[in-house]
Every structure is written in structure tokens, then in C-alpha cells.
């Protein structure tokens, strides 16, 4: 309320379902999932043309993947020196019960847009598809524009999930992807109120 800034990543707005899949959590209060997050709980968006039993909503995928990314605007600091497109670092993709497009206070920065050519998440465990999104214009990273905040959805990469066999080569990493890295920083300046992006333009920028 005082102009300082806030950065919120991935779970930081979820709140845990239990018991009645109808009756929404309400862990936390709602100003902070409505009035300042803007989208509500976690999942229970409903998937077009399915009815309400499993599978019905959009909740997450799984497992983590890397998808691309769609700018949808270049006025924001965040998104300032960024393309039109580029490609995620992998992650588990929340969805949100709200419509962020329709809220005339919320900047929808970065969608996430699943085909059935390009599905996002790879689980193919029969009784969990749901987690794997076909379609659907799923908002990723956005701000409030009554606060000073971003919000983004990155943050929580395979790590060391279902690995049955020990190979490090199933791991991922939150920050592999320079233009992700990109946002974040800017993000970061931005509601810190520095004008200087700092640019990334090789392998030993990401690691320092």
C-alpha cells in the first residue's frame, strides 16, 4: 500500500485443496488471493467441454517441462527486452480459478499456449492425463495494476522427482533459460525502480 514491491513465485499463491472438491481453500486471506494476486485459488478452471468429474479442471501438470513462453506485451519492465517468444525453463504450470484476461487490473504478461501436437507436462500415468494441458491460454506471469508486483509461475523444476534409476540426467534447472533469467531480473529492477536492465548474454553471466 506504500509502494514497495513485491515478487511472487510459483506456490507462494497456492492454496491446498482437501476433502470437497467444490468448496474452494481459503488459506489464505482473501485479500491477498483476490485483491492483490488477482486470480483466486489454485486450479479449478474448467476445461471446455468436460463435465465435473476428474479431470474436468485445470489444476497443474506434471511432470515439469520446459514450453514456450508468449509475450503479450513489451510496456512493462519485465518484459521490456524480451522477444515475442522463447522458451521456459522446465516447471510444474499452475493454473488459477479466475480469468486474468478479463480483469481490467491485471497486465497479463506471459501465456503459456498447449496444443495436443505440443502438450505441456508428459505424464502419461493413465489415471493422472489431466495433468498433461492440450489447449487452453494459461496466463504464466502477470502484475497487478493497483501494486507494485509480478507475479510468476516458475519456480518449482523435476529437481529430483521420479528418479528411479539415480541419473542426474533427469534433473532440470530453474535457471536454465536466459530469457527467463532475463524477466526475473527485470522484474526485479522494475518494482525496485531501477531503470538499468541488466543483460545476460552468455553462460557465465547466468551462473554470476
Sequence with gaps: ?????????????????????FTAPNEWEDWFQNDFMRCGVYGYRPRVGLDTEQGAYYWNTWNPTAEPMKVETHDHPATANLGDEFMSAPCEWYEWEKDLFE????????????TPENPAGDDNRPDLAHQ??????HPIAWANN????????????????NLDTGSTTDHSETFSSPEQCQFTLDALFGVAGIDT????EDDADLES
Design 103 to 114: 480483469d481490467e487490473d491485471t497486465t497479463v504478461l506471459l501465456t503459456m499456449n498447449p
Design 132 to 137: 498433461i494441458w492440450i489447449d487452453g491460454h
Design 197 to 200: 536492465a541488466y543483460y545476460i
Design 146 to 161: 493497483n501494486y507494485n508486483m509480478v507475479y510468476m509461475n516458475w519456480g518449482h523444476n523435476l529437481q529430483s522427482y
Design 1 to 21: 500500500d506504500n509502494g514497495g514491491g513485491c515478487l511472487i513465485f510459483h506456490a507462494a499463491g497456492f492454496a491446498m485443496w482437501d476433502g470437497d472438491p
